[in-house]
């Protein structure tokens, strides 16, 4: 090729050349301005995007209060227990109740649960995951209703899930036989001591037991491993009316079932350890009045 022939094809090189230096430039001087980085990924979140607002400071004026929900997980569904996971935003998890929790700021409040078509419910007052277990195979649905310290409704979800066949369809007694709590760092045996529910409360349909354990705290924390721990882990087990299925009771807050009906019912209660066995237990025997049952915990 010529160098005439060639000319042309330089010229056009050097001006490529000159275009491309001069949008590099723009980008360097936009990274600059841009806390983000070249891969266009967003500053870490601070402590407070993600737990929200400090108790510590009453907020003027509160965002609607939101729930956002997982769905369950599925290795632990093949097993018959629907683990969910959810966390709150506007809204901090207690067992406060009454009108004049309604007050405090940050808002408390706490979560209605109700499982599949059953009359009757109970109540989530921690941020600790929703367990379910010994579901029988098939679909299922679980209600959660996110509700302010007096009980009224803020927002609410539905967790639709289908349990497969598998080998959790029988239970036996040995579920719930007690285990030898003997523990390796010397430990006393632990016990449950449960308070009979409140009459008033009953006489609306609803169970509130408080509980409480000596030699053992209560805690979500699970698995083999845990059983090594001192103080001793547990959580409690609760049975309604020998209802194959129940749910973990994962603090120190009491116990509430609403929407009861009326006529006798048993409550189970087991203080299992971190591997799920139990321990000890205690029934509850409770008869619901024949009266027209209103809400409130």
């Known amino acids: 090729m010529s160098v005439s022939a060639a000319a042309p094809a330089l010229r056009y090189f050097r001006t490529a050349v000159v275009i491309a230096g001069i949008i590099w ?3 360097l001087v936009a990274g600059e301005k841009n806390p983000t980085d070249a891969n266009n990924s ?4 601070t402590a407070r995007d993600v737990r929200g607002a400090s108790g510590m400071v009453p907020v003027a004026e509160e965002a609607p209060a939101k729930i956002i929900i997982d769905p369950p997980l599925p290795g632990l569904l093949a097993r018959g227990m ?7 935003e506007n809204l901090r998890l207690f067992p406060v109740f009454g009108p004049e929790a309604l007050n405090v700021s940050p808002r ?24 379910v277990n010994r579901l029988l195979p098939g679909p299922h649905k679980i209600q959660i209703e996110l509700a302010n310290a007096n009980h009224k409704l803020l927002a609410k979800g539905v967790v639709q899930f289908e349990v497969p066949p598998g080998p ?33 409360r009953l006489a609306r349909g609803v169970a509130f037991i408080q509980c409480r354990t000596e030699k053992a705290y209560i805690a979500s924390v699970f698995g083999v491993p845990a059983l090594e721990v001192s103080p ?11 209802a194959r299925r129940r749910w973990a009771h994962t603090t120190d807050g009491p116990l509430i079932l609403s929407g009861l009906p ?8 087991e203080l299992v350890n ?24």
């Not at 629907?82 to 709150?88: D, G, H, N, P, V």
């Not at 036996?172 to 016990?191: C, M, P, R, Y």
């Open 25 to 27: 430039n723009t980008l």
């Open 42 to 45: 967003k500053a870490p979140l």
């Open 82 to 88: 629907a683990l969910i996971q959810f966390r709150t």
């Open 108 to 131: 408390i409040g706490h979560l209605h649960i109700r499982l599949d078509d059953n009359p009757w419910g109970w109540a989530h007052t921690s941020g600790d995951d929703l367990i």
């Open 168 to 200: 959790h369809v029988a239970v036996s007694k040995a579920e719930h036989e007690i285990v030898s709590d003997l523990s390796s760092k010397g430990e006393l045996s632990a016990k449950l001591i449960v308070d009979p529910p409140q009459p008033d």
């Open 232 to 242: 001793r882990i547990c959580h409690l087990h609760i049975t309604v009316d020998d």
């Open 262 to 269: 009326a006529g006798p019912h048993r409550i189970l209660i």
């Open 274 to 297: 971190a591997n799920h066995k139990p321990i000890t237990s205690r029934v509850v025997n409770i008869e619901v009045p024949q009266l027209s049952h209103e809400h409130s915990d």
